[in-house]
């Protein structure tokens, strides 16, 4: 699998992606500079977390004008996969790639800590390793994580089976106090229409050694990286 | 810029004694022009010459095997074994956080970020040591906010990870709270980067952000060239712009991959100035500046005000000369300025050109050689009487009090702080905030990890600096042993208050000694640090606060241990207990007194007790680990219960103590060891020379105490979990 | 020219900072305060000349970086 | 009513934010962007009716609470 982690100016969870993808695939993964265009020989785009250009303005609104995202935008259009993360997840919605926005988080503050994502559906690349209703556990690390879409786009969402994760307690039940922030209808991570354009908020790239608290987000780079290997 | 005579009077506003502005004058031979006496003022400023405390900080002790530079450098570096180094520092922002919280706390974190990326490393922790006033004073609210938002909004964004730090309130710091942060960082030991310049000819280039007139030195503000600037009076509060600050890390650390570098500096307080200054004196050379290079901001600035700018996020850097396009292209790939702004000369001189007119020209010996040193007079403050445990009014039971205790402001949850830092960016975050003693981040690639901690306590000193000095350090040395680490180094950031004092200079002397008495007993030498005086309002000091940061090394990430309790073991107690109750937070909180000796430190035992301990830990006997602290005994079991969900069955304690002196008292180097086997680990402490007992055992969901009263641990955690949440999420002003 | 634009979020779109401002205000004892809403102001200065032109300019800036459509909406005016 | 405050940094005040989105629209290839500054604004319904005593209520509010005048400076219109 060839991988490649976009690198926007502010960003700064590219190495973490980068362990977690070698960890699973054996294969460190390209890094590519923001003004970059050319993809080809790619299989799998990253848009890891960050402050692209400091969050300034909205997160996510100047990397989304990069050169290298008119690039992702024909990758995606071609059917290739790409995990957008946090910040990358922004950048998706402020690219257009994924519906939506992330808003500031309802507390109004920056929220770092373990949370449970309950996993959807399993029959996509990203959560094979993972059972339908599951729940694992990531970190969260930011201020602006709390999902929103008009109604008809969240009845979209859920009608085409297309919300990837939601934020719940670590017996499965979404909760508002498992809503750490604010996200509609406890959304945390989003497909694309082929199931191929993944966004989330919290970061399984964290938790992926026994050493750092535990190896919940291992299934999701098992999975993807298996899958893609193919 | 209109023209203020410079005489006696200006050097005054600048800060300058009448005695300090002579010396001005027979070093130049004439009178300064304005930009001179701007030099000379910032350079013997308190906060650049330490011209109060260096004679004192020279008594500290900073050699050891594995020190590879101590103090003198923009950080201290230590050996950490497999050809790496960790470069650290602490640095402390407490006036600009008054004025300003936000901003003031985030250009603190940036400040401290440069001091550490400048010589080679990359940052990988920073931690944070604050002090508030009273969580009942109106202000105190604001400030925390603001300071805890201003750090996290700057240390997230440049992604590195804040793992640790302390807080405590006082009343003391009600006007005057401190904010010191640190950063540590790594590098391979055989690329440290220096700021002593070299090379005649070599280009002095300047990378960054522009320069505004951020910060200049207070003393412009009253002149008349700002009168028309009508009522938008020029604010001393620097903005900090932690994007850029990334991209300046990316970029020098880019650049340092190469050989392109010959010296650098970042530019702290003083900015242009003391980079400047420094880096050619350190190199026994001369330094030419032609300020129409220097990247502006705005537009007019005068040759004083770019000297003096304090603007945030800017480096000089001395290049070999064949080497500065190949330097250029990086900073332009990273969108920052890189202007060559000077070259190095051989004449032992600072020369300072603007729009055809030299604006300064010293030489650097005598600005160095000649800076003022003072050795202020001290006195001694009266020692307290030791408490006698007994004779305490003892209204409450141990449970009532436990209770207390965990949620007072100085001992209950700090989670609202530390859930607004990203703790886990970098993935190595091996043990995060309130996990353990010390924070643990592993070196990404290897097994090695460095155990990171903050530590003083403040009312110690203040009833006994050098007691509490020594204590401070102890306490660093005892965190990191409680996770497994092998304590190498502390920086230090001595905050006290006004120094003309002879009570206040007195405080400084004291907790010196404390501190390398601990220091030397416990091989644990100071590498770096910061002098920050004059911490007063209203003639009011605050409590003496020298704030210890600790670094130690774990070869095995996987042997550090933490504080969570797990089911079925044995708690033991290492250490002996008095039952000291002198400036306790039992006594504080529960009898409503501050009084008394604070507990003594006994450098021999402590030791004893420590290299036990680590001893236990690196042989795989421990599975919890907690030191004893502030509160006391039974204020760490229920920490250590909180922390792993888990309860325990505690039995009584001594009979020549009191109850609560055993399980409140805070004497020192004690730990409490979850093990599986307490026979075998009292036995091997008993050969070692070390006291221990066992406490009772771990289970079940409540904590049983030996008298008999019991609590739930969720009843626990609700008490400790309830303040901060309460206090500053509550809808109020 | 200086182009100003201000952003706002649309009116379905809950915004929890107004509503805080809301809040704090009424606890500093401000009576008859109702709806908060807080957004975000961007000042431009331009070497457009031309009124029209330059709000032309402005107006395109803020559909393509300044306002996210999604969440916002925009208003532009010039000056000077 | 409806108060508008608008709050800017101080000029000499640097801006990142200004900063970054001037870089952003530059790179988008608009010509002739000089010198942004990024800021908040607030809007708020007032129950007073007299335009005078509005103003001088939010006024007070930005001093108290919407801006803070270390930094910031700033603007207050009331309509309808
Ligand atoms: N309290 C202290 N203990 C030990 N070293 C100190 C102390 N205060 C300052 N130093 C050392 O003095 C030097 C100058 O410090 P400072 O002026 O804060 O540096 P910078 O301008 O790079 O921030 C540094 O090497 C610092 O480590
Ligand atoms: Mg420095």
Redesign the interface.
Known sequence: MNAAIVLFPGINRERDMAIALEQSSGHKPRMLWHTETDLSGIDLVVLPGGFSYGDYLRCGAMAAQSPVMGAVRDFVARGGYVLGVCNGFQILTEAGILPGALLRNAALRFLSRDCHLRVERADTVYASRYRRGEVFRAPMAHGDGNYFADDATLDRLEGEKLIAFRYATPAGEITEAANHNGSARNIAGIYSPNLRVLGLMPHPEDLIDPLMGGTDGKPLFDGLCSALAA | MSARPVNQALAQEFGLSGEEYAKVLAIMGRTPTLTELGVFSVMWSEHCSYKSSRVWLKQLPTKAPWVIHGPGENAGVVDIGDGLAAIFKMESHNHPSF??PY?GAATGVGGILRDVFTMGARPIANLNALRFGRPENPHTKRIVDGVV?GI??YG????VPTVGGEIDFHSAYDGNPLVNAMTVGIAPTDRIFLSAAAGVGNPVVYVG?KT???GIHGATMASAEFGANSE?K??T????????E??LIEACLELMATDAIVAIQDMGAAGLTSSSVEMAGKGGVGIELDLDAVPQ??TGMTAYEMMLSE??ERMLIVLRPDRAEQARAIFAK??LDFAVIGRITDTGRIVVRHQGTVEADIALAPLADEAPLYTRPTAETAKQPILNAARLDNRHGLADALLMLVGCPDLCSR?WV?????????????K?PGAADAAVV?I?GLDRALALTTDCTPRYCAADAEAGGAQAVAEAWRNLTAVGARPLAITDNMNFGNPEKPEVMGQFAAAIRGMSQACRVLDFPVVSGNVSLYNETEGRPILPTPAIGGLGVLEE??RAVGLALGPWLDLVLIGETKGWLGQSLWLREIAGKEEGAPPPVDLAAERRNGDFVRGQIEAGRVRACHDVSDGGLLVAVAEMAMAGGTGARLSAGPRDVPGHAFWFGEDQGRYVLAVTDSAATIAAAEAAGVPAIRLGYSGGEDLTLPDGGTISVKALRDAHERFFPAWM?A??? | MKAVVTVMLKSGVLDPQGKAIGHALANLGFAGVGEVRAGKVIEIELAETDPERARGEAEEMARKLLANTVIESFRVSVAE
């Open positions: 004025i300003e901003q938002r996290g909004g997230n964004c440049v992604g952000s505004g007139r951020d938008e020029r604010p509060v620097q903005v900090g712009d932690p994007f850029t990334k991209l901001r705005e603007s945030q990273w969108e989670a530390w859930d607004q830092y990203d703790s886990t960016i970098g993935g190595q975050t091996v995060r592993r990404e990430a996987a999420d809808p109020s002003g």
